[in-house]
């Protein structure tokens, strides 16, 4: 292929990231030519309403509000997928790769959704896959996995992979503000979506977990096999107790081997994490991901993980990637490569195996009695106590009764929590924060 040849460009959606994507390519085009050795241009953008007005404007001429055309064209060699969805979206990414096109897409509940078979697609019909964008932000994570890091197997990754939840918790922490306070700023912000669910549940932080096992582990563990777990019951009080502790809250994806059991364990929950640890010192939009290889040890990246100009980062470095591959047949892309998960059986591990320490907040009526009643629950499930802290509730007649414990397991947790829960003098839900042991 001619090194002169016009690599052309289709954006399948304008929104916030497909904006950001036409204005910075825009500025950087000539440097983004003169390193890949040749001119490229978008050549078509598809939007889902011709009339809306937007605050980058790019030629009319370009503009219909055909994304499978945009797809399909012929004269399109790289089809950016930032539409978001799963349905059309899915339809439309097909279409393209069966079409022998390369697929840039920062849509990580399309990928966590169909992933395997959107690679077999590529892979049958020659087409490539690239979606760096889906994770992290502008922290190239899927490169670092895919690429600088290939020699290694993983037996941990955890970190904070959604920037709306950390905002959020590193707002509450600082004002000593209630959460739904400082999760309607978001929103004022821009950080949050009018519907918070996605984020502030922990489902997109599970999505882009479950690419980030694929990627290390060559296995779809989906949302349902992971325990999924939110910020909205954590209070002000928590973030003092967790201090007083020596620790940091945080909402943290962590994704484990055990190389000798052969069982992999998927999870997303808030986290007391040690103060002097790296990704505890994340905050605001921030994402931090700490990766540990058994032949590097353990890497550790820190970029922005909300907004704009991070998406567009990623997004345009995988059509910086894109523009390489087809005008020099450079560079692996995952697509290329059987994933392991058709030759290798990995057992999610069982509750009993998933060990932490355990942070448990109970509501409680103010009266004697209760806290021997709680630990002989505890006691009973071979949980062992290793703190207690004890505190006034805002309700007249109650306590906040904290407890920290040694280290137990999921099952013996879930069989305490329940348990506890159906005691007279606990007054409301209790809540169950993990507590880590990651020292780094």
Sequence with gaps: ???????????????????????HLKRCRPDLESRLGGPIKVGAIAVRDLKK?????????????????????????????LIGGTTYAKKLTLAA???GKVV???????????????FRTARKHGGHFFFEASVAGG??????LREGLVANKFPQIYGILNGTCNFILTKMEALDAPYCDILQDAKDMGYAEADEALDVQGWDTAHKAAIICWLAHGVWIGSDKMIVEGIEKITPQDFKNASALGYEIKLIAIISRDFKKNEICVRVHPTLLPAGNVVANVNGVFNGVSITGDVVGTTQYIGQGAGQDATTSAVIGDIADAVALIRNGKGLHLSEVSPSEEKQVLKLAPLEN???????RLTVR??????????????????SIASVIQTLSESEGTASLVLTTHESDEKAMEATLSQVSR?????????????SDFTE
């Design 53 to 81: 007005k937007r605050e980058v404007k790019a030629p009319a001429r370009l503009i219909s509000a055909d994304a499978m055309a945009v797809a399909t064209d012929r004269k399109i060699d790289i089809v950016c997928e």
């Design 139 to 144: 922290i190239p994570i899927i490169k670092a």
């Design 354 to 360: 998933i060990r932490s320490c355990y942070y448990l």
């Design 366 to 383: 103010d009266q004697p009695g209760v806290l021997a009643k709680v630990t002989a629950v505890m006691a009973k499930h071979k949980v």
């Design 1 to 23: 292929m001619s090194k002169e040849k016009v690599i052309t460009i289709g954006l399948c959606g304008f929104g916030t990231v497909g904006q950001g994507v036409w204005k």
């Design 97 to 99: 790769l069966r079409a």
């Design 423 to 435: 005691l007279a003098a606990v007054v409301s839900k209790p809540l169950l924060l993990r507590i």
């Design 104 to 118: 840039v897409s920062a849509n990580k509940a399309l990928i966590c959704d169909h992933g395997a078979e959107i």
